[in-house]
């Protein structure tokens, strides 16, 4: 059962009020909420650990690098975790991101490394027919809608045919899945549930992607 109105009401304060000194003077505030946050994502991690080849936990720090950033507010208004999956054999990972008026559980492949990238390209090029598939299952639909990712290139990246069929998903340089919430769902009592089951019908997308990743074209394991 989760209890995240401490980290909310921090986290709203902390958007009027963000600065080193407002920040210095709730300091040991931020530091319970820390630790029953980090207490709450253990948890989430364990019961995902039963469904998923987990790696790695990553819990995000509230300070902002603000040295190339115009805005130089000092702290981030929310609260981030990742949970990656257990490299090479399993491929992608997981992410909460808790902050009011903009909460989602989301997931894929966020910054794919240039080789990574290139092979899911080439994966789309000469076949979109499964990945379309996966998306269109009512279950994806349910809960993300649409595969989602910023784009690379305006028309093609370099090598492939502007005219294939999947060149919108070529196009991308990132894959990835998101379910938002509001923030009366974030603070229901059964919150950590429905973030498990967003992660586990993430599972037939991560899995492919998986397949991709760790084989050529011809599909011989990589690994």
Known sequence: ??????????????????????????????????????????????????????????IFRIYKDVRFSKDKTPYKTNFGVGFGRNKPKYRGGYYLHLQPGNSFVGGGFWAPEKDDLYRIRKEFEKDNQTINTIVSEPIFQKYFGELQGEQGVKTAPKGFDKNNPAIELIKKKQFVVIRKFTDKEILSSDFDKRIIETFLAMRPFLDYMTEILTTDLNGESLI
């Open 1 to 58: 059962m989760s209890n995240l109105k401490p980290a909310f009401d921090f986290l709203q304060q902390l958007e009027k009020n963000n600065n080193r000194v407002w920040f210095s003077e709730h300091k040991n505030e931020f530091d319970a909420i820390v630790k029953d946050n980090k207490s709450f994502f253990e948890d989430i991690f364990a019961t995902l650990s039963t469904h998923d080849f987990l790696g790695n936990m990553q």
